[in-house]
Structure formats: structure tokens, C-alpha cells
């Protein structure tokens, strides 16, 4: 039963820190009625997204959804390393003996203003975890991964004669900080709902008209690991550089040679990146400061390759140190993120082709194309735990409007994707072929 009084309960204490999150918003937003359409479902979702940490609202839509489709419902399931309550959600269906089935969406959202102009795009601003105020856009497709899970909530509730054993609905928190799914695992989530036999997920892109899938088979997404580095100097005047030792110059050193961890010491077969995200350091022009912060990604998709990029960063920022004449206690300082990291998306071969047979029987064997693996990371494959223990898939949905997809293409150009202000999926398209493609791979793993 659709619980009216407890969304906008939540939603106004939100701001003051209540339930674990926060909203922008003072006014309560009712979120849609059990018998909207989804469409309707996803625009709301659209124009009140949430950033990772603060799904508060998003969260309770879905267990809303997936309770009134006749699931059993568990919210604010997760726990982050600072103690913390995530706002993940668990939806079981059990439909007799058989395999269980993890079909996981992710809730959250970006900190960037939106520029899509649409009715119903976003003008929600809020803080983010540093307490800075952002504008806030469903810029990466979650709110088109929510819809979706809802949408084969009802699918799989109302087609129980077509399969056997239990269905297992994930609403997963932060994943854009790439945490969400790590703390779902540490609030117990298989020693309490029980261990999933499979893992399937869905990703919306541009690469791709609306109503198509790709899928790859084996590596199909890089690992990622957050690196910071702080490069420490001795400040000085700015006139007199003599007097101490210069961490700007000492960072652009650093920069430089960071780019030679791939092109030199990366086996070359095994694709690898280092990118320096953000820098920050000094507050006057005529003044040397005392040090530079540094933010790193890293992309790679063997733990060869991480370990290769990780003790690279490690000996290239003592080099520079060392190079300076830095004394021990001014030795930069490199912190490996590991709760803002995640593992290599692997695609099971053996489950891949199972849910190949199935996208093509669902939308036809010119609307599934065989993809080669990406650099940019999930966290979803946490779900499968270490060592690729339960077998998991993930693919590619078609987003991009199929007229302006051709034109773009005939130009030889790209349509906004994900994590771009103008990144505009063409919902109901989108929304149609991924309940139809997921429902479908559902059905067919629960034999």
C-alpha cells in the first residue's frame, strides 16, 4: 500500500539532517501514485534528482513502486565506512524453487546544473558531502535505471507462470562516488537476503540509437582507483624562490612524468590511465605555498595494471621529493581511496550468452551489438564479489533519440553522453526497450 504521509514526511526533514540525507528542496514533493505510468515516474524522478548520500526522496519512490507491484521491501539497506546509513533499497519477489536473480539500478545523481532544456529538467541545487552547493542533474541515466526496475518489478509480478525462484531487486545508492554498492555488502546484504546465484544490470549511453543493446562478453568496463597526492614544498616570497622549495613547480614535474607510467611501464596489450582531475594549491600570486593537492583516477582492467599505476604514483612523487633535496618530514604524501574504487567489470561468458539469446529474442538479432570494453567504471561489479564468484552481466542500452543519433552520425558527430549537461535520453523509447530487454533476461535466467 502506497504510503501518502511518510514521502513528504521524509522530504521535509531531509534538510534538517533527518533519515540520513538531504534534499534542496523546504517544500515536501509527493513522488508519483503506484498506478503511474513510467514515464510519468521517471520525470519526476528526473526533475528531483539527488546527489550520491541524499537519495532520500529517489529511494523512497522506488520503495514505493516496488512494494505496491507486490515485493517484499527493506529500506536504507547500506552502512559507509563513517558509520552512516545509505539509502539502498531490496525488493524480494519469491516465486517457488529455483535460481536467484539480482537485477540491479543505481538512484543517484550529478553535481552539474543541467542545460537539456527540457519541461521537466532539473533546477534543484544542494551540498554536496564537502558542504559546497552544486547544481544537481540525473546527468549519467540512473533516474532511466530507477524507472526501469520498476517497470520489470511489475513485468516479472505480473508474469509469475513464465518463471521459478526468486527475484531479487536492488535500488543501489551512490554510485557515482562508488560506494554505494560497497556499502550495501557491509550492512550484510546476502547474509541477510540471501546470495544471489546471478547478477544482470543495465547501463543508458548515446553511443547507441533508443531501442538497441550492446553487450560485451568477457572484460567489459575498467577498474577504477581515486588516488590523492599531496606534493609538499617549502613556502617562500614569491620574489625569493631561492628560499624554499617550490611545490607548484614541483607538481608540474610530477604531472609530467605521471604520463610515462603508460607509455613506459605499462604493458602496452593491457590498456591502463592516469589522469590528473584536479590540482589545487597556493592563494597569492607573489607567495610560494607550503604544498599542492592533487585528485588522480585510474583506469585499468587487470590488478596487474593496478599495481603497476599504484607503486608508479608511489615512486614518482618520492622521485620529485628526492630531486628537490625535500627533507623526510616534507615527503609527499599518496592515499589510495580504496572506498572510492572498484573492481573490473567482467561479463561471465557462459551467463553473457544466456542473456545474448535473450536481448535477441526480446528486440531482434539488429537491435544487439557485440561491444568492446570501455574505460569508463561501475561499481556493480561488487555485487559479484572477489574473484568473479557470481556470475555477472551488465550491458549497454540505446539512449539517443534514432533521427538525431542519424543525423550526428551523417555529420560525424556526437550526441551529449553521460556525465554532460546536455545528455538527454529519448525516454519512452529507452524506457520501453529496457524493461522489454531486462524482463525478457529475467524470465530467461529464472528457469
Given at each position: ?248 613547480v614541483l607538481s608540474a614535474l610530477f604531472i609530467t612524468e605521471l604520463q610515462t607510467i603508460v607509455s613506459r611501464e605499462q604493458d602496452p596489450q593491457d ?127 540505446g539512449a539517443a533519440n534514432p533521427e538525431k543519433f542519424k543525423e550526428a552520425k551523417a555529420e560525424g558527430k556526437e550526441l551529449p553522453g553521460p556525465h ?28
Amino acid at each position: 500500500m502506497f504510503r501518502p504521509l511518510l514521502l513528504p514526511l521524509l522530504c521535509a526533514l531531509a534538510p534538517l539532517g533527518v533519515a540520513g540525507g538531504a534534499l534542496a528542496q523546504m517544500t515536501p514533493i509527493p513522488g508519483p501514485p503506484p498506478s503511474a505510468p513510467l514515464l510519468e515516474i521517471y520525470k519526476s524522478i528526473h526533475a528531483h534528482p539527488e546527489l550520491s548520500h541524499f537519495e532520500v526522496r529517489t529511494s523512497a519512490i522506488v520503495a514505493e513502486q516496488l512494494r505496491a507491484a507486490g515485493y517484499s521491501v527493506t529500506e536504507g539497506v547500506g552502512v559507509y565506512p563513517d558509520g552512516s546509513r545509505a539509502h539502498g533499497v531490496v525488493a524480494i519477489l519469491k516465486n517457488g524453487p529455483g535460481p536467484t536473480l539480482l537485477i540491479r539500478a543505481d538512484m543517484d545523481a550529478l553535481p552539474i546544473v543541467e542545460e537539456t532544456g527540457l519541461p521537466f529538467a532539473s533546477h534543484v541545487r544542494a551540498k554536496d558531502l564537502s558542504g559546497k552547493e552544486v547544481g544537481v542533474m540525473h546527468a549519467c541515466g540512473h533516474d532511466i535505471h530507477s524507472t526501469i526496475l520498476i517497470g520489470v518489478a511489475r513485468a516479472l509480478a505480473a508474469a509469475r507462470g513464465r518463471w521459478h525462484g526468486t527475484a531479487m531487486l536492488i535500488g543501489q545508492p551512490s554510485e557515482e562516488t562508488v560506494d554505494g554498492a560497497k556499502a550495501m555488502l557491509a550492512d550484510r546484504l546476502y547474509e541477510r537476503f540471501g546470495r544471489p546465484d546471478m547478477v544482470v544490470g543495465l547501463h543508458d549511453g548515446s553511443s547507441d540509437p533508443a531501442g538497441t543493446v550492446g553487450l560485451a562478453i568477457g572484460p567489459a568496463q575498467s577498474g577504477v582507483t581515486s588516488v590523492d597526492v599531496t606534493i609538499r614544498g617549502i613556502g617562500s616570497h614569491g620574489a625569493a624562490p631561492q628560499m624554499g622549495r617550490d611545490p607548484i613547480v614541483l607538481s608540474a614535474l610530477f604531472i609530467t612524468e605521471l604520463q610515462t607510467i603508460v607509455s613506459r611501464e605499462q604493458d602496452p596489450q593491457d590498456p591502463a590511465i592516469v589522469t590528473v582531475g584536479s590540482i589545487h594549491g597556493g592563494t597569492r600570486r607573489n607567495i610560494i605555498p607550503d604544498e599542492v593537492k592533487l585528485e588522480l583516477t585510474t583506469r585499468y582492467f587487470t590488478d596487474k595494471g593496478r599495481e603497476t599505476i599504484l607503486n608508479g604514483i608511489k615512486n614518482m612523487a618520492a622521485g620529485v621529493a628526492l630531486s628537490a633535496g625535500l627533507p623526510p618530514d616534507r615527503a609527499p604524501v599518496v592515499t589510495i581511496l580504496e572506498n572510492e574504487s572498484a573492481p573490473p567489470l567482467y561479463n561471465d561468458p557462459a551467463l553473457a550468452a544466456r542473456v545474448k539469446t535473450a536481448l535477441v529474442g526480446a528486440l531482434g538479432p539488429d537491435h544487439v551489438i557485440i561491444e568492446k570494453p570501455v574505460t569508463p567504471s561501475e561499481d556493480v561489479g561488487n555485487f559479484g564479489l572477489p574473484g568473479h564468484q557470481i556470475p555477472l552481466v551488465y550491458y549497454w542500452l540505446g539512449a539517443a533519440n534514432p533521427e538525431k543519433f542519424k543525423e550526428a552520425k551523417a555529420e560525424g558527430k556526437e550526441l551529449p553522453g553521460p556525465h554532460n549537461s546536455r545528455f538527454e535520453p529519448d525516454a519512452a523509447p529507452t524506457l520501453a526497450a529496457g524493461v522489454k530487454s531486462m524482463t525478457a533476461v529475467a524470465i530467461s535466467l529464472l528457469q
